[in-house]
């Protein structure tokens, strides 16, 4: 996940937009793409898997395809706005997610919902990217508000959670095993709704990228670092994949898999307060090793109790710093390089996260096949998320401080 893949060059909104108003709009998109699109599969994962007969790696390959896709759509996204515009890649991208939602209610096929979540990954890519440029600009052109509004468009993924949290267990629960193509109509219905004020609102920019050349960022000085945000991409992903299969495994009903998905979505509206200090630490990766180093403590403490304190304790960490990775990278990529190279820069930082994630739901699901337990997949995902950590804390400046615009 990764909103400013791409920084434009003209820093004013688009006229007659209020900022919040527009970025609250421009945040659907990540609410459709990411919040649902990606993360609600976790939430049908458990029918899904039951009623088609599916093994661990094959249910842990819908998230790495959906992935492949995100990936793919990020890489493209830059040509894309510049061919089609920035209006038609957000509401481009949000339609083509509804549309791949609808598809995984009408079919059990395994190759056809292979290609619903790769397109979900695409649309989601195509939004949040265009999205969250757009969002850089419009506040960075209220300096004085910037954080504050940057984080209105970082709690789209979080809503879409906690959205999806409230519905989907509680229609598996009315509905019965096998049920899960009916919980794909509600999060395709609801994605529907929320994609409605994308048109009601004038999102067009003057904005456009920079060019800024791939020679001038250079992989080494920062090698250990894309090797953090790789093993985060494989971590974070194998938690957000089967972390509710585990819930109901242990006893985990309707309640208590709604409660746990919510608190990691409703974590998303503390971040930018709970890590403000952090993130504005300019000592090369330590502000993304101390938050790693969180992610991977929410991570692991469902390996010891199934309780619901417990659990909720998991979620509420896992969740608060989650939320802040991203953040961390941007920030770290401001501190350590000049505007024209932070294009190159977190481009790099996206390859890295999205391979990772790309392979960490299927090799983490063809462990649990081979060990026979869910568990392993967490000790998995905590262990990636720990190296992780270990790997930024290595991370040293790029360069002396003044020299950065």
């Not at 095993?177 to 048109?199: C, N």
């Amino acid at each position: 996940m990764h909103t400013q893949d791409y920084l434009a060059q003209d820093r004013r909104p688009p006229p007659d937009a209020h900022p919040a108003r527009l970025i609250l709009t421009l945040s659907l998109a990540a609410t459709v793409g990411l919040g649902i699109g990606r993360f609600a599969y976790a939430l049908v994962l458990p029918d899904m898997r039951d009623d088609l007969g599916w093994s661990y790696s094959a249910a842990g390959f819908m998230n790495t395809i959906n992935a492949v896709g995100y990936l793919a759509g990020a890489l493209m996204a830059s040509r894309l706005i510049r061919l089609v515009g920035w209006s038609a890649a957000i509401r481009g991208g949000t339609v083509a997610c509804v549309a791949a939602l609808a598809l995984c209610a009408l079919t059990g096929n395994f190759f056809a919902l292979s290609l619903a979540r790769l397109v979900l990954g695409v649309g989601a890519a195509a939004g949040f990217v265009a999205g969250g440029a757009l969002a850089a600009t419009v506040a960075q052109s209220r300096p004085e508000r910037a954080n504050f509004l940057l984080s209105l468009f970082y709690a789209g993924p979080g809503i879409g959670i906690l959205a999806s949290g409230l519905i989907a267990p509680y229609t598996l629960a009315h509905f019965g095993p096998g049920s899960w193509w009916i919980v794909w109509w509600a999060m395709a219905l609801l994605s529907a709704a929320m994609t409605i004020p994308l048109f009601l609102v004038r999102i067009e920019s003057k904005a456009r990228f920079t060019e800024a050349g791939h020679a001038s960022f250079e992989i080494l000085p920062v090698l250990v670092y894309l090797a953090a945000y790789f093993l985060f991409g494989a971590g974070y992903i194998a938690y957000m994949t089967f972390m509710i299969a585990y819930v109901r495994d242990g006893g985990g009903g309707a309640a208590a898999q709604a409660a746990f998905w919510s608190l990691i979505g409703m974590s998303a509206f503390v971040t930018p307060w709970v890590w403000r200090r952090v993130l504005a630490l300019d000592r090369g990766g330590l502000a993304t090793a101390i938050i790693l180093g969180t992610n991977a403590l929410g991570a692991s403490l469902p390996i010891f109790g199934h309780s619901t304190a417990w659990l909720s304790i998991s979620a509420v960490v896992f969740g608060v710093a989650f939320f802040a990775v991203v953040g961390s990278t941007t920030a770290f990529v401001r501190f350590n390089y000049p505007h024209e190279v932070w294009p190159s820069a977190i481009a790099a930082m996206t390859i890295s996260f999205g391979i990772g994630q790309t392979l960490g739901p299927i090799v983490v699901g063809a462990i649990t096949d081979v060990l026979g337990s869910l568990s392993y997949a967490l000790n998995v995902s905590a262990a990636l998320l720990a190296l992780g950590a270990m790997a930024a804390l290595c991370q040293r400046r790029v360069r002396p401080k003044g020299s950065v615009p």
